[in-house]
Nanobody, 114 residues
């Protein structure tokens, strides 16, 4: 089992920034992929960004240029820096770990006010 604990969500004004963190613990194997997904009210959960153990990244088009995903493999921690936040970024953000199967964090609320 893998446990994921997210932090860093909150309320921010449009144009502001947030940094989300997610620490993984338990049976961590490499190589793996970690990432962030989000789910807004009434919408499907969508991928925001992923990063492999080797540092390869992938972003959804709507956050390209505004988000940076990074990780510290020694700490089994993944980060998501989001800048120029928009009201449409409001969602619950979930951390994700993938090795053979997916594991999910409990989610952290991000609310962007206009």
């Amino acid at each position: 089992q893998v446990q994921l604990v997210e932090s860093g969500g909150g309320l921010v004004q449009a144009g502001g920034s947030l940094r989300l963190s997610c620490a993984a613990s338990g049976n961590i194997f490499s190589p793996n992929t970690m990432g962030w997904y989000r789910q807004a009210p009434g919408k499907r959960r969508e991928l925001v960004a992923t990063i492999t153990s080797g540092g390869s990244t992938n972003y959804v088009d709507s956050v390209k240029g505004r988000a940076t995903i990074s990780r510290d493999n020694a700490k089994n921690t993944v980060y998501l820096q989001m800048n120029s936040l928009k009201p449409e970024d409001t969602a619950v953000y979930y951390c994700n770990y993938y090795y053979i199967r997916y594991f999910w964090g409990q989610g952290t609320q991000v609310t962007v006010s206009s």
